[in-house]
């Protein structure tokens, strides 16, 4: 407990590495005008691991493609030692919440593809991707096609072709939604693993909750639409962590404050999806 | 045991077709051509109709032995491989070029594809006396007709298959900060990998019938050409003959396209 607080007090005294400033993103205009993203603002520092958390539809992604330089078009600014983003940064790598190995190459040329950009030899490309492969449980795949493989597998191969290509911070969207909560915890802990011994710093959206907590080091909470930071949870839970951490009553402390907030704005977004429907209905 | 067969067939009807299938299939293809042929061999004997119309398919078999002795046959075919060849070639390469630049580019395919469209279903032969004013008699002015059918048939489904690319596929790429050259090598080249080979599959079909129909208007060499000279002398045994040739070799050329290009019909 006391060496997890100091590890934050040292971490509060460094400079943020991504600072998301006053991020606004809407997308169309006039009376059908969607705003994804208000007024988001909150910062990482090197090496931690934060969470971004919200409801289906609250902006998640369209957040996570600006920080990634994805979209332009937005007002407010994203950071990166202190300079503004124009397009991908280096130093940011990205893993998709859609599908998004190449159906005609093989996991291990999935894996590859970042070193193969970079002109990397081939035998060093094939023993590092060998190596994240390996990492994310898929070794004796190698040389099997996106389509022999299940949604899960797909989704430990993209994971690995973005963490092969070393990034210094590692953005994710929903990367486990497609995996069971088994594999999720497992794969979990090889996350944390690597972020802890390479102190990469880290992004992920989510809608899971307990995820969020057994990973981060701080949880921001998304209102639904439009798009607001609620709330910034810190998550003092010692590290290293693994899975276990689970089980705790810290945890499960966590869980419990954290859900109250989640649920006001989950129940929110049901709400307008069933009143939509019902305007459909009515209209239809 | 009829339940597990069917079951395989259920999961594996996607990669491979079952065998009795194509054994049906196989059976039903030989009886209709059996029934075919004794239907045009008892015709042609029956006297009902004008002997040189329907000749026996004795004497068709016999002509067909003929044509494949003759050097004439097999210089007119090397004529007309060589026109279909550069057809495609020229074709499939201008076309390749337009389509990326239609289905990357919104304003041009905002300002020219319709154009395409209206342009891609009339019959290319009526451009033919165009082609000869420029291009002469000889084998140029079937070359340009056979790329010019090709080519909208390529266009257009390399700019369909642009445009169906899997967007987060761009994304990642981009991600990774894929220079322009590398996007377009390793990924748009090989997400549209389908639908323009199947592109060139087509083209091949359009440049063929393009080329023959071009030397059977005006030429002095070729398949086509051929073709009309048989005609002109009303040796109809020959006439089919060269027909039924005709149509095995470009089958030939499309089963290899299809084996080159790895789609299979
Ligand atoms: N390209 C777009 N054009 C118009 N509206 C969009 C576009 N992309 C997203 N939106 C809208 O913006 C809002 C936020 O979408 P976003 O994909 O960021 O949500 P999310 O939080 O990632 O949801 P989920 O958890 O389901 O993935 C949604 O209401 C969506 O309809
Ligand atoms: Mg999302």
């Not at chain 1, 992604?61 to 990634?68: K, M």
């Not at chain 2, 054994?23 to 009902?48: C, D, H, K, P």
């Amino acid at each position: 407990m006391t060496e997890a607080s100091s590890a934050a007090t040292v971490a509060s005294a460094t400079q943020p590495q991504l600072v998301i400033d006053n991020v606004f993103k809407q997308f169309g205009e006039g009376p059908g005008a969607v705003i994804a993203v208000d007024n988001v603002s909150f910062d990482v520092k090197p090496g931690e691991f934060v969470s971004v958390i919200g409801p289906s539809g609250c902006g998640k992604s369209t957040l996570f493609n600006i920080i990634g330089g994805l979209l332009d078009e937005y007002s407010g600014n994203v950071m990166i030692e202190r300079e503004r983003i124009a397009g991908p940064h280096k130093a940011v790598g990205m893993v998709f919440q859609e599908e998004s190995t190449f159906p005609w190459r093989s996991v291990m040329d999935n894996v590859a593809f970042p070193l193969e950009l970079q002109g990397v030899a081939k035998s060093e490309r094939l023993d590092r991707a060998a190596h994240f492969i390996d990492l994310v449980g898929l070794k004796g795949f190698e040389k099997r096609m996106p389509f022999e493989l299940s949604g899960g597998m797909r989704q430990r191969v993209s994971i690995a072709r973005t963490l092969v290509s070393g990034p210094q911070i590692l953005l994710m969207d929903e990367p486990f939604a497609a995996l069971d909560e088994q594999t999720r915890l497992l794969l979990g802990d090889k996350i944390t693993q690597i972020q802890q011994e390479l102190h990469q710093t880290t992004l992920l959206i989510t809608h899971n909750l307990t995820e969020a907590v057994q990973l981060s080091d701080r949880i921001v909470v998304m209102t639904y639409r439009p798009g607001k930071v609620k709330r910034v949870v810190n998550i003092d839970l010692p590290r290293p962590r693994t899975s276990d951490v689970v089980s705790s009553d810290a945890f499960g402390h966590y869980v419990a404050e954290i859900w109250a907030d989640l649920r006001e704005e989950a129940s929110r977004g049901m709400q307008d999806s069933e009143n939509m429907q019902r305007g459909r209905a009515r209209r239809g | 045991m009829a339940a597990s067969g069917e079951i395989r067939t259920a999961t594996m009807g996607f990669r491979a077709k079952p065998n009795s299938m194509a054994r049906q299939t196989n059976i039903i293809r030989i009886a209709i051509v059996l029934i075919i042929a004794v239907s045009w061999e008892a015709l042609s004997r029956s006297g009902l109709v004008f002997k040189d119309v329907v000749p026996s398919l004795f004497s068709i078999g016999a002509a067909i032995g003929k044509l494949l002795t003759l050097p004439a046959f097999y210089a007119n075919l090397q004529v007309t491989a060589w026109e279909i060849f550069l057809s495609l070639a020229i074709g499939s390469s201008l076309g390749i070029f337009v389509g990326i630049l239609l289905g990357s580019n919104r304003f041009m395919s905002f300002a020219y594809e319709h154009y395409v469209y209206y342009l891609a279903p009339t019959p290319r032969i009526i451009f033919f006396p165009v082609m000869i004013m420029w291009f002469g008699v000889g084998i140029a002015s079937k070359i340009a007709l056979g790329a010019l059918s090709c080519f909208f048939t390529v266009a257009l489904s390399t700019a369909g298959g642009m445009r169906e690319i899997d967007k987060v596929l761009i994304r990642v790429g981009k991600s990774f900060r894929a220079t322009p050259m590398q996007m377009g090598l390793k990924i748009y080249l090989p997400a549209m990998r389908v639908p323009v080979l199947n592109g060139i599959r087509l083209g091949f079909g359009t440049a063929t019938v393009t080329c023959l129909l071009a030397e059977t208007k005006l030429s002095n060499q070729g398949l086509g050409y051929m073709i009309m000279q048989i005609y002109s002398r009303f040796d109809m045994p020959s006439l089919y003959g060269l027909l039924i040739i005709v149509f095995v070799v470009a089958g030939i050329g499309n089963l290899i396209l299809g084996k080159v290009t790895g789609t299979s019909a």
